[in-house]
């Protein structure tokens, strides 16, 4: 009977024993979590947002790069421009001087891009974009986006900008003048609008029927043809809030151009 309970007594002694270590481990392992959580939450909740973000919208999504830039992180895509995307629909709200103006009977489109077109549709045409820029004109979100191209063995830059998710204004960047000759180029442009007639200005704008305007420049430095489409009136109201100049105050261009710089401080 004895020896049936020291037999009992350490096996019961034994029980307790691994229980207690099992416990003591748990509790240790919970406060080396807690610590973990407490000292990296600033870096682990962002990583984790981040992933959720890439999972839901995808690596090449406003969500995406406004995560960069709400936490003060480097776009990891390449910027398709230097400048603000303000400056480059700021042509055909405030002309430049000593620019032509024409006008055409043919309806000014941007390549085989539909103005209209969704950012999906761009992207199952081109795939993904060589860069992407973001901003917001007041609360609305504009994006865009870019791919590296050839034409003719000159070296350019097609880039697309959304308002939403509309594909409103499309534009040819060609930064390598070497090769470019803007001769032709604008040869290329008067056969399709204009009749033949070449303008001989650096700077002109061609607007067509439906209000649709073409600008081309040449300062020196690159060539840019920016095609704007006119025919969609959210788009309208929401470009003429942004690009409101009153008395030459500039006030809601001086805002939207603030907004932009701020979202790339960096």
């Not at 962002?46 to 959720?52: A, Q, T, V």
């Not at 399709?192 to 067509?208: A, G, M, R």
């Not at 600008?215 to 942004?242: C, M, P, W």
Request: aromatic share 14%; charged share 20%; hydrophobic share 40%.
């Amino acid at each position: 009977m004895n020896h049936f309970l020291l037999a009992r007594t350490a096996k019961d002694s034994t029980s307790f024993d691994s229980s207690m270590l099992y416990l003591i481990m748990a509790l240790v392992g919970i406060f080396i979590l807690v610590l973990v959580v407490v000292f990296l939450r600033n870096r682990v909740f962002p990583l984790l947002r981040l992933w959720y973000i890439s999972l839901v919208y995808g690596r090449y999504s406003f969500e995406f790069l406004e995560f960069f830039k709400d936490n003060n992180l480097q776009n990891p895509h390449n910027n398709c421009v230097k400048d603000e995307i303000t400056m480059h629909f700021l042509v055909f709200f405030r002309r430049t001087k000593n620019s032509a103006e024409y006008l055409t009977q043919s309806k000014i489109e941007f390549g085989d891009i539909p103005f209209m077109s969704t950012y999906n549709h761009l992207r199952k045409i081109k795939g993904n974009p060589d860069c992407i820029n973001i901003t917001k004109f007041s609360d609305v979100r504009v994006k865009l986006v870019g791919y590296n191209e050839t034409l003719q063995g000159m070296r350019m830059k097609s880039l697309h900008y959304f308002i939403g998710d509309t594909f409103i204004m499309g534009e040819y960047l060609f930064a390598d003048l070497i090769r470019v000759k803007p001769k032709e180029i604008i040869q290329s442009i008067s056969t399709k609008y204009l009749n033949s007639i070449s303008p001989q200005e650096d700077v002109f704008y061609i607007t067509d029927s439906a209000g649709n305007m073409l600008n081309y420049e040449n300062n020196g430095f690159s060539v840019t043809i920016r095609y704007l489409h006119k025919g969609d009136a959210q788009a309208n109201g929401i470009l003429s809030s942004a690009f409101n100049f009153d008395n030459e105050k500039d006030i809601g261009f001086m805002k939207t151009l603030k907004n932009e710089e701020l979202l790339n401080r960096f």
